[in-house]
């Protein structure tokens, strides 16, 4: 919410790809990552663990597009293998250990390492039944993450970041800082959630954190919002490490988990929270439908359609520079919006809304470019601005502030999918 990595500087995929090289045996050829194979990279994808295959759904649950590995899957093949209709697993695929599904920027390089590692075992056995190369990501992730790391200035992540955390990281603008102090001075409980650890999340937020009433840390969203207190107690915290459970909470400060303690701090019986996140899986849908919490997505995608890429000129190097371009589509993949739907060659095509632009006028009350846009001087909004907020009887496009995505209008008009 307040830091976040730069774009195409998530040191994350290296690490891994040299954990599981080192330790798993895998070919040296994940080491080596061309810049056109980023192209691959696209939010909205689910991994089939088993069969190693990425797959495009459509709002309506039947299969866009699909890849095996890197290596695109042709209109008949997805015929031949899923069908016409809503694939089988559509309403179940997301709570389903067998599929991961990529839906924001932190995560994102990681679907491009999945993909090349189904390439390099299809080259080893000419026939793979089921791949099982996922427990060795997770072995890579808990290398990567795991609790003392950070501490201890350990393993390959936390002490790259802390050493040089301006190479990695974006500051929050004060407009954001102020525009929380308004809140606060407003009346308002500031809560902030995080599935980072304490010690890793001050590094992060150590200027804000005054700003804030509560602060959950190790959340291990999205299970902690439909899981009870019994099943994820609170956990006081000294030293940055959790001590002992508590039964339940009474007054505002740092906890790993959360209770009901904002019924206590407002009055309230029935509090209002109004949510901000950047994950579907992990944020917007959890909290929109295990809490019924009013929810914002920010949604990087609504800044512009053109592919992220820092532009270099001459007076400014690259790694200096922080305005980038939002990527909404690639080559591989087309639109995270819209897409048409597959069809053989004498087929006409038909354009469609995405499963990813389903989700979003689902469970979000409204969708945003950036967080600024509730602060910045020209996008200034006041405390009690009232959103257009998605429903039966409004347009789907209506939730998106302050503008819809460019896929979803044409000639200023609602595009007509099916």
């Not at 390439?119 to 990501?137: G, H, P, S």
């Not at 500051?171 to 500031?190: D, F, I, M, T």
């Not at 909404?328 to 038909?350: H, K």
Request: glycine share 4%; proline share 6%.
């Amino acid at each position: 919410m307040v830091l976040h990595f730069k774009p195409g500087c998530c040191p994350d995929s290296l690490h891994f790809a040299r954990y599981l090289v080192t330790e798993k045996g895998y070919d040296k050829e994940l080491l080596t990552v061309t810049p056109e194979s980023w192209d691959f990279c696209c939010k909205g994808l689910a991994l089939d663990l088993e069969d190693g295959n990425f797959l495009k759904l459509a709002g309506a649950g039947t299969i866009l597009r699909a890849s095996h590995g890197t290596k695109s899957v042709t209109p008949e093949e997805i015929l031949e293998g899923y069908g016409r209709r809503e694939w089988k697993h559509f309403k179940t695929f997301q709570w389903n250990a067998k599929y991961y599904c990529y839906d924001n920027y932190f995560d994102l390089p990681g679907a491009l390492l999945c993909a090349r590692i189904v390439d390099c075992l299809d080259k080893v056995r000419a026939i793979q039944t089921k791949y099982n190369f996922w427990k060795d990501v997770i072995a890579a992730i808990q290398h990567n993450y795991k609790t003392l790391a950070f501490k201890e200035n350990c393993g390959p992540y936390f002490p790259e970041v802390k050493n040089d955390p301006v190479k990695y990281l974006q500051s929050c603008p004060e407009s954001v800082k102020k525009w929380l102090r308004q809140l606060k001075n407003a009346g308002k409980v500031l809560l902030l959630i995080t599935s980072s650890h304490r010690d890793h999340f001050r590094l992060l937020c150590e200027h804000v954190l005054e700003l804030f009433d509560i602060v959950i840390t190790n959340a291990l969203k999205p299970g902690f919002f439909s899981q009870t207190p019994n099943q994820r107690p609170f956990l006081t915290l000294e030293n940055d490490e959790e001590q002992e459970a508590l039964p339940s909470l009474d007054k505002p400060g740092w906890y790993s988990h959360l209770y009901e303690l904002l019924k206590k701090m407002t009055g309230k019986p029935e509090r209002k929270v109004v949510y901000f996140g950047d994950s579907m899986h992990s944020d917007i849908f959890p909290a929109h439908h295990f809490r019924n919490w009013e929810t914002v997505f920010i949604l990087e995608e609504l800044r512009g359609d053109e592919v992220m890429i820092p532009v270099e000129t001459e007076s400014e190097p690259l790694e200096k520079k922080e305005k980038y371009e939002i990527r909404v589509s690639s080559q591989d993949w087309v639109g995270l919006f819209v897409d048409s739907i597959s069809g053989l060659e004498s087929a006409e095509e038909t354009l469609t809304n995405t499963w990813s632009c389903k989700c979003i006028s689902a469970y979000s009350t409204t969708a945003i470019p950036r967080l600024e846009t509730m602060s910045d001087k020209e996008d200034y909004l006041p405390l009690d601005y009232r959103f257009t907020r998605f429903s039966s009887n409004s347009l789907e496009i209506a939730v998106y502030y302050p503008k819809p995505p460019r896929a979803l209008l044409s000639n200023a008009e609602p595009v007509t999918t099916k």
